[in-house]
Each structure stands twice: as structure tokens, then as C-alpha cells.
């Protein structure tokens, strides 16, 4: 079960040697964008192993410490030095070594995965060609963001995006009732979880239009009322990125709050490696999970493992202390609800780009990973796919398409007793779920 291990909270956190490359990788992304990745490059093995061999990042928790009983935490982690994989990548590809990022300061350019990069992954080229027009996907985050809308903006034009503004409706920013106006107090450290979710939603679904509503504060109670907002509003995907310790109250938070057939509910798994946590609890949202995302020479051009940093830094998963499990999870070593049902990318490692300027942390261009990168990756695939059918739970979708998944098949996040809650496997294990998108045939009704 899901422990109070403190979150990372003004700790500097080192990851350790990355998985060495053993064969040349060759690069792909799109070149579409105002900023798309290189052209395809092969780049030879001594090259990358010499980038890889130096990689290590240390990130940061945006926001603090393990919450109290009823509370949750948001589950982004911010790079705050080091080399990541986008790093290692264009360093390889101009035969340099690769720069870092220096401590408590964001980068004039991105330094993570953006947009092409995030769509090369998970088969979504085609896909993103309507990206996600006619839907509305609601981000549901604590506190305010007062530069939400102007970071989104320079995030969309630097990648070449659509504009997503107010002025012209595909933006709009709320309290947990509803109000433009009336809205919570500030607080610097969800604000850089508000971007990465902004940010992630328009990378994957640049289209679609997007609601924001923000919490009061980080009660279950108030995140809970948010989501519930969220769907009166319209929204039928709806993005959750924070969670907290299991309780005896889970399921009538069930019921109040995350109980909405015919809207995608998707919840970070958590970030503090094996356990389990809620909402991601819920049998009525998607759980997702989160994993390191490489550059390779399959023919996919990436490779996905389990994100697992330490002993209690990675993705989370297992087995529910109270949900009850839903009748289309059918794996026989827990009874009661299962974490996780799908995952993406969240090792900060092979974070993606996010622009973030209010508050301390609120620099610019920054590099987030964490489960709170993989949740509304997922809720735009959603999006992506078409609307759910009126009665239906989403979450079962990729359970009847797990052949249009990509397996993600190793790793681990920690040490349990029944293999699969904790180890990846071939089909379906808990850190992983089903696996990563493969275009979105495994997120239709």
C-alpha cells in the first residue's frame, strides 16, 4: 500500500546512470511544427553511450510534502539540473557533449519532449491531424495560476500550435463554482502543475478546447467539487494529476465526485514508486501509470520501461485497500480495484517541455516528469479517439483493445509479493497497465 513517504520538497534527487544504448537510435518527429525536432539522423552507439553514460538528472516535487488525510498532493516533478534525454539526444546529433541545466534556473529553449516528439511516441501523427477539434478537455488542478493563459500561449507558439485563448474560445479558466472571476488564491507551486497539464493537453490534442478548473484548495473535497464542475461545464474528459494516501472515505468520494458515466476521467498513478493511491483508486477513472521514453532504432523509433528512480521515487500501482474492483479488470492476484489501466511517459529523466513563469519555481522553459505528465497525455488520446458513448466508464476501453497497446514489458517499481503489482510483464501488470498509446483505436468505446 501507498506509504507517507515525504514527497520531494526542496531535496535535490539524482538518477543514476541512465539504461545504456547498445545499438545506434534513430531519431524521428515531425516537421510541421514552428520548432519540430531534427530531420531523421542516425546517430552511432559510441556517440549516444557517450552522451548516456554522463546522464543524470535531479528534479524537485512542485508541490511539497505528503498531504494530510482527505488532502492530495500534484504529482509533477520539476528538473531543476542535469542532462535529459532531449538533451542527450541533440548532443549526440552534433557530436557534442550535451549541455545541463542549471540548478533553479529554466532554460531559454525547451530542454524536455515537445509535441512531435510526444506524438512520433504514441503513434498519433494521423491521429493529431484533427487534433481533438469539437471536444473540450478539462484540466481540474488546486489554487490558482494567474499566468495560465499567457504561458499557454508561448508554449503554442513556439511548437507552431494553434492559438488557445480566451478571446477566441478555446480557453477558459474557472473556480470550482463555475466563477471567471471569483477565483482561488494563488500558489506558485500548482501553477507549474497547471502548465504541465496545459501544455501536455495541447501538445497531444491541439484542437480541442480547454477547460481549466481550479480547486480552492487541495481537499478531496474541493478537487472532487472541481470535477464535478468540470462535467456540468461540458467538459467529457476530464485530467486529474495529484492524489493521495488511501482511506476509508475513497468511496464516497467515489460516488460524490469521479462517478460520471460517458466522460474520460483520467488520474495520476502517483510518484512514490510501488503503493497505491487515490483518486487513481477509483473503479471509475482511468489509472495511469508512468514510464521512461527513449529514442531507439525499432521501428517504432522509441522504447518505453517502467519509471522507477529509487525505492520510493517512480510510478505508482497496486492493489486497492477499498475500491471495489470493476468488472472489466479481470486480473486474479487483487480483488479489489488495480492500478494502473494504461500509462506514458513521467520519468523526469525523459521529461517534457513545459513554460512556466509565476512564482518562484516559474522561470520559463522548464523540464517536468512525474505521473502528472502521463495523466493528461492520456485524457487528450481520449480526446483524440471521439466522444464516449453516454453510458459508458472509458476506462474499460483499453481492456477490450489492449492489442493496439504498446507492451511495456520492463522494469519495475519497487518489490511486492504477487509479481505483476510491482514488475512489468508481457499483457498487463500494475505500473504500466496495458500499456502506452499506439495511436488511439485502444481509447474508443
Avoid at 462535467?231 to 482511506?247: C, D, I, T
Avoid at 488520446?381 to 474499460?396: C, E, I, M, N, R
Amino acid at each position: 500500500m501507498r506509504t507517507n513517504a515525504p514527497h520531494i520538497s526542496g531535496r535535490w534527487h539524482r538518477i543514476g546512470t541512465a539504461a545504456a544504448a547498445g545499438a545506434a537510435l534513430l531519431v524521428t518527429g515531425l516537421s510541421t511544427a514552428a520548432h519540430a525536432d531534427p530531420a531523421p539522423h542516425k546517430v552511432s552507439a559510441r556517440t549516444l553511450a557517450a552522451a548516456v553514460a554522463k546522464a543524470h538528472v535531479r528534479y524537485e516535487s512542485a508541490c511539497g510534502t505528503t498531504p494530510k488525510k482527505g488532502y492530495a498532493a500534484c504529482d509533477a516533478l520539476r528538473v531543476t539540473s542535469g542532462t535529459t534525454a532531449y538533451l542527450e539526444k541533440q548532443a549526440a546529433l552534433k557530436g557534442v557533449a550535451p549541455r545541463t541545466i542549471r540548478p533553479d534556473a529554466a532554460s531559454a529553449t525547451p530542454t524536455g519532449y515537445g509535441p512531435s516528439d510526444l506524438r512520433s511516441a504514441y503513434g498519433l501523427t494521423s491521429a493529431s491531424s484533427s487534433g481533438g477539434s469539437g471536444q473540450t478537455i478539462a484540466i481540474v488542478d488546486a489554487y490558482d495560476d494567474p499566468n495560465a493563459e499567457a504561458d499557454l500561449a508561448t508554449y503554442r507558439s513556439y511548437y507552431g500550435l494553434s492559438a488557445c485563448t480566451t478571446a477566441n474560445g478555446c480557453f477558459k479558466k474557472v473556480s470550482q463554482t463555475g466563477s471567471t472571476t471569483s477565483l482561488p488564491a494563488a500558489d506558485s507551486g500548482w501553477a507549474g502543475e497547471i502548465s504541465l497539464d496545459l501544455d501536455m493537453v495541447s501538445a497531444i490534442a491541439p484542437n480541442a478546447h480547454i477547460l481549466l478548473v481550479e480547486a480552492k484548495s487541495s481537499s478531496m473535497a474541493n478537487l472532487g467539487t472541481a470535477v464535478n464542475e468540470a462535467v456540468k461545464l461540458g467538459a467529457r474528459f476530464v485530467s486529474n494529476s495529484y492524489g493521495g494516501s488511501e482511506s476509508s472515505s475513497d468511496t464516497s468520494y467515489d460516488s460524490s465526485y469521479f462517478n460520471h458515466p460517458g466522460v474520460a476521467i483520467t488520474v495520476s498513478a502517483g510518484d512514490e514508486a510501488y503503493g497505491a493511491e487515490y483518486p487513481a483508486a477509483s473503479r471509475y477513472v482511468t489509472a495511469v501509470g508512468g514510464t521512461r521514453l527513449s529514442t531507439s532504432s525499432t521501428s517504432r523509433g522509441w522504447t518505453e520501461s517502467v519509471w522507477k528512480t529509487s525505492s520510493t521515487e517512480g510510478t505508482g500501482s497496486g492493489c486497492s485497500a477499498y475500491d471495489a474492483k470493476p468488472s472489466w479488470q479481470t486480473d486474479t492476484g487483487c480483488s479489489k480495484r488495480m492500478i494502473a489501466d494504461v500509462s506514458a511517459v513521467a520519468d523526469p529523466a525523459t521529461g517534457v517541455s513545459v513554460y512556466d513563469t509565476y512564482g518562484a519555481d516559474g522561470t520559463g522553459w522548464n523540464t517536468y516528469g512525474g505521473t502528472s505528465a502521463s495523466a493528461p497525455i492520456i485524457a487528450a488520446v481520449y480526446a483524440l479517439a471521439g466522444t464516449p458513448g453516454s453510458s459508458d466508464y472509458p476506462a474499460q476501453y483499453p481492456y477490450r483493445h489492449t492489442s493496439a497497446l504498446n507492451d511495456v514489458t520492463t522494469g519495475n517499481n519497487g518489490s511486492c509479493s504477487t509479481g505483476y503489482f510491482c514488475t512489468a510483464a508481457t499483457g498487463y501488470d500494475g505500473p504500466t497497465g496495458w500499456g502506452t498509446p499506439a495511436g488511439v483505436s485502444a481509447f474508443t468505446g
